[in-house]
């Protein structure tokens, strides 16, 4: 055993630790708040611990590994499922191991349990190595497309899309995409300053994705969308009496950046009634958040020709290519073994095709 490794005790997350945890998530990201942590780990309502293992040193924390639960659904299965966020490490203790170690001491915690539990993932791209040599599978890549109400804030420090130079065509494209945006004329859509729960999910029940994504039900809505750095309203849209679509749109201000998420879509499953609700909501987003610097959505909910439709652009291709950084999913069961599973009621970890996941299930959002 290394000195290093004697030197750092690796436990479970104790109650009297949010007070040093959010000292260090000040020093390392900077932001967080009591009550945004109370939000997203004790207050989450699928688990009844705080998912997250922490470094110790010297009787001060120094770096932390958490998670964000969600109860999955895969078929029949509904599994839980952890999402790595928030990770960090002192600056005076990095490059000491300490990442790996602690993602170690979780892997063997959940692959303990009886009850089948499994990670999907967004790390950055210097965070992949590690989760690779850890036995996660790269899955593939989660394009998200952009509308640049400001092109220029794309261009610049706020959100650095693209470079200065592309910023004029985005604008020219834009202009163009946005005059031949359909607007159904028997589509209806109201607007809620709230997040109705059970009108989402009787939505998303009409047709439940066979793919791999997140559990809608009540206990879903009522957490997820209470998220206090987050401003979330429900856009609701109707073709006479009957609700055909429903999406939840985040917004926040945060680093100079204003930007706007299409965080939900229901039903996740495309039909045309669905799709034309949606080509209503897409207008009247757009329409309300005129003034935001940009709007994000993701095509694993809506397809990419309405997107495109109302001036959204895909990060994986021209102009946003260039310089966009891809969103990366990772996944894997924690089952204690250096050979896991890998499907599951009949669907591969492996495979992007078998996920359907919305920005909901990114913990960005």
């Not at 897409?282 to 005129?290: N, P, S, W």
């Not at 290519?321 to 073994?337: C, E, M």
Request: include cysteine.
């Amino acid at each position: 055993m290394s000195d290093d490794e004697t030197e750092y005790t690796i436990r479970m997350y104790e109650p009297g630790d949010r007070e040093e945890f959010l000292d260090l998530f000040e020093t390392v990201f900077g932001g967080g708040s009591e009550e945004w942590f109370r939000w997203k780990y004790p207050g989450n309502p699928y688990v009844s611990h705080v998912p997250m293992f922490v470094a110790e040193h010297d009787g001060e924390l120094v770096g932390a590994r958490p998670y964000m639960a969600f109860r999955l659904r895969i078929g029949g299965e509904t599994p839980l499922g952890l999402q790595t966020g928030d990770t960090m490490v002192h600056p005076d203790h990095q490059r000491r191991g300490l990442f790996t170690r602690m993602t170690q001491r979780s892997f063997d915690y959940y692959g303990d349990l009886d009850d089948r539990v499994l990670t999907f993932s967004v790390p950055n791209a210097l965070s992949r190595p590690g989760y690779r040599k850890l036995g996660c599978h790269e899955v593939g890549p989660l394009p998200a497309h952009y509308r640049p109400a400001n092109p220029g804030a794309l261009a610049g420090g706020k959100i650095g899309l693209v470079g200065r130079a592309a910023a004029p065509v985005v604008r020219r494209l834009l202009d163009r995409r946005s005059a031949r945006a359909p607007t159904p004329a028997d589509v209806d859509v109201t607007r809620h300053d709230s997040v109705p729960e059970r009108a989402l999910v009787d939505l998303y029940e009409r047709t439940i994705p066979r793919e791999i994504h997140a559990l809608r039900d009540e206990r879903f809505y009522g957490w997820r969308f209470d998220r206090p750095d987050w401003e979330y309203r429900t856009y609701v849209a109707h073709q006479g009496e009957e609700p055909v679509a429903g999406a939840v749109v985040g917004r926040q201000q945060r680093g100079g950046a204003d930007t706007v998420a299409i965080a939900d879509v229901v039903p996740m499953v495309a039909d045309d009634a669905r799709d034309r609700g949606l080509r209503g909501i897409l207008a009247r987003v757009v329409e309300d958040h005129a003034d935001a610097d940009a709007i994000v959505a993701s095509r694993s909910v809506i397809p990419a020709e309405l997107l495109s439709e109302h001036g959204f652009f895909a990060d994986d291709a021209p102009p946003l290519s260039a310089t966009a950084t891809p969103t990366v999913l990772i996944s894997r069961v924690f089952d204690g073994t250096d050979d896991p599973p890998w499907t599951i009621a009949g669907r591969d970890l492996r495979s992007l095709e078998d996920w359907r996941l919305a920005l909901a299930e990114q913990n960005t959002f």
